[in-house]
């Protein structure tokens, strides 16, 4: 029961989110103006805001002007209801869930942000690397030490990586990668580095093989480290126990 409302809740502000990756690219509030039909600007009403339902029932056109807006809307408040409830069934009530789903929420917004504009903000990275500091301050961990470390060391292989490759990396990467550091510590951020390079890797193999990108085409890489960030935050450290256990 509680992890379908933890799924609603997901949706809900898998519904923010949305509108976090549509207008902060542009410079604009995320507050005012409230949501409206991009085609003839119709404030929406709360019946044309609920989540997904609203998408489905309107058979993806606005109720006002007939037009068909993108069914991205619908994808992210889907895809966030499903973290959400993922992220329940990990943790469970308490803290520690409040700072997975916020570290859920900032991972979404990069990720789209950067997959429809190859740009990853400083302004969403600063309020996420700020997050990352007080949910750690919060919960009373020693380890600040740990999460410097994480952000100097996994920020610095991806900028070796960037200067060795001339470009191959953005500066938009590394820094995520450093911010993502403050928030999962040393251990998890290495794997997160690992995982986001065999995706991405992967990826881009498939991609080229089934021609739905050529290689001059740039394939954004937040959307890797996002992926893999959250699977380190849930899982980093049954992976990492599981991978210590074959060495000597
Ligand atoms: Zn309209």
């Known amino acids: 029961m509680l992890s379908m409302f933890m799924f609603f809740i997901g949706s809900v502000i898998g519904s923010f989110l949305n509108v976090c990756i549509y207008r902060l690219p542009q410079n604009e509030s995320v507050v005012t103006p409230p949501s409206h039909c991009l085609q003839c600007n119709t404030l929406l009403t709360v019946r044309d805001l609920i989540p997904i339902m609203s998408y489905l029932l309107l058979g993806g056109k606005c109720r006002y002007c007939g037009k068909p807006y993108s069914p991205r809307y619908a994808v992210v408040e889907l895809l966030t209801g499903l973290l959400f409830f993922w992220c329940f069934l990990c943790f469970g009530a308490g803290l ?25 903000l400083d302004k969403v990275l600063v309020w996420f690397a700020g997050a990352g500091v007080v949910a750690k301050l919060y919960t009373g961990y020693p380890l600040i ?31 995520l ?53 959250f699977i380190s935050a849930l899982y980093g450290v049954e992976i990492i126990q599981w991978y210590f256990q074959f060495l000597p």
């Open 177 to 229: 990668v450093a911010a993502l550091g403050l928030w999962l510590g040393l251990e998890p951020t290495m794997l997160t580095l690992f995982l986001a390079f065999v995706l991405g890797g992967l990826s881009s193999v498939l991609l080229l093989l089934f021609k739905l990108k050529t290689r001059k085409d740039f394939i954004p890489f937040a959307p890797f480290i996002a992926i893999a960030g």
């Open 145 to 175: 030490g740990d999460m410097l470390l994480a952000a100097v060391t996994g920020g610095g292989v991806l900028l070796f990586l960037a200067l060795i490759t001339r470009g191959g990396m953005g500066d938009g990467d590394i820094k």
């Open 96 to 120: 520690e869930l409040v700072i997975a789903l916020m570290f859920t929420s900032f991972l979404v917004i990069i990720a789209f942000i950067d997959y429809d504009h190859q740009l990853i």
